[in-house]
């Protein structure tokens, strides 16, 4: 019997404490996980600019694992 493979995807856009909160939790889990995506979705309008920046900006700070993968709009 093979090992089973376990990939992980994050979406985020406009929340950066709600997903600081979650790539923290996601740190500890990263021993049972083989791949993670993170996608941030681009900003709907002006007011969204900055939050998705930060959002953006915290997933590259985390992605320093080779099996995490940041795609941003």
Request: with cysteine; hydrophobic share 40%; charged share 30%.
């Amino acid at each position: 019997m093979s090992e089973l493979s376990i990939a992980l995807v994050v979406v985020g856009f406009n929340r950066p404490d709600h997903l600081r909160q979650t790539l923290k939790i996601l740190h500890v889990a990263l021993k049972y996980v083989d791949k993670v995506q993170i996608y941030i979705d681009g900003p709907r309008d002006e007011s969204d600019f900055k939050k998705v920046c930060k959002c953006v900006k915290l997933c590259d700070g985390f992605a320093v694992v080779p099996e995490i993968e940041v795609i941003s709009r």
